[in-house]
């Protein structure tokens, strides 16, 4: 299911169309109105750990300031390498949270079934933009997913005819015509490394020449720094070397701004969901720590921090549902 439809699948009503740029002091009329508040509880202290995406590393650094904030005696550690490390950490429990940026692979679930007998639960906690990025004095309008198909995979499988390795090949004058296409990414245990292979590759592959990177910090900077580069990563990490160019679905399409709004309606072709993976006995209680942890996260305060920190926060409906799949009230 991608991320248009189960948008739709989960919460029938829009999402709140927020810009991803909101100051800190917009964040708060920025979230849904109709999320709850969250309250401190008594009798929180404790060890939490989170082993998992890079893309959502900030957010649960944030995340866990604040829940500390509400809880002084709890110690989380947070590990953010990949989303490929969050189900392996998940199923052999040595980490309570597993930040994903895709959802779980067939045998990642499988994995964690014959260990514990039920499956992983995925928590959907924010929305993301994935960005394609390009130098922030490059002209270029905008490109559709077949021309960003044609300049990063060897495969092709959206359409283009040829291959493109020049700025000129995609409308580009003067002295950008004859520039060539310097490629960054991520690795391949990345989640956003997977969403992009899948999503604008057509889960093609990747060509030779791309410049893998361990972070998503790692791609933009390189693109910041390269005038012909490209590179594509999680909306939260633009800077200001680099712009975030509009999208088109289709060869001909219109562009569109990688924006909230447009993330929200379907028009933005490369929107998802970001999860946190957790162990949830369907027959038993989370423990104290992940409930507050979790409920926290999908209340007014936590989908502020989401804002803050660059990417679009979930409407109350879609919260709402979570927290009763969860059993938190």
Not at 106 to 130: C, K, M, N, S, W
Not at 204 to 228: H, Y
Request: net charge negative.
């Amino acid at each position: 299911m991608n991320f248009k439809h189960s948008i739709k699948y989960l919460c029938a009503a829009s999402l709140v169309a927020t810009p991803v740029w909101a100051e800190d002091e917009e964040a708060a009329s920025a979230v849904d109105p109709d999320l709850p508040t969250y309250e401190q509880v008594a009798g929180i202290s404790g060890n939490l750990s989170s082993i998992g995406s890079d893309t959502l590393n900030n957010l649960m650094t944030l995340w866990a300031e604040g829940f500390q904030g509400f809880y002084p005696n709890v110690n989380i550690q947070i590990q953010g390498a990949g989303t490929g490390t969050a189900p392996p950490a998940i199923t052999e429990g040595t980490a309570n949270f597993g930040p994903m940026s895709r959802p779980m692979r067939e045998g990642e679930v499988q994995a964690f079934e014959e260990r514990h007998g039920y499956p992983p639960t995925l928590v959907p906690v924010a929305i993301d933009l994935l960005a394609v990025y390009v130098h922030r004095d490059n002209p270029i309008e905008g490109l559709s997913l077949p021309q960003v198909d044609a300049i990063f995979s060897a495969t092709r499988r959206l359409g283009a005819p040829a291959d493109i390795t020049t700025w000129g090949q995609v409308g580009l004058e003067g002295a950008w015509a004859a520039r060539d296409i310097t490629l960054y990414s991520r690795n391949a245990v990345s989640g956003t490394y997977g969403f992009f292979r899948q999503n604008a590759l057509g889960d093609g592959d990747f060509k030779a020449t791309i410049n893998e990177q361990p972070g998503s910090a790692s791609v933009v900077q390189g693109v910041s720094e390269t005038i012909g580069g490209i590179g594509y990563s999680g909306i939260g990490y633009r800077t200001a070397g680099v712009r975030a160019i509009p999208l088109a679905t289709e060869d001909g399409g219109d562009f569109m701004e990688p924006s909230g709004e447009n993330a929200t309606d379907g028009s933005y072709p490369l929107a998802r969901f970001l999860y946190l993976a957790v162990n949830k006995n369907p027959n038993e209680p989370l423990a104290p720590l992940e409930r507050e942890f979790l409920k926290m996260v999908l209340a007014k305060q936590g989908q502020e921090v989401v804002v803050r920190d660059g990417f679009v926060p979930l409407p109350a409906a879609v919260a709402a549902q979570q927290l009763e799949a969860l059993g938190i009230e």
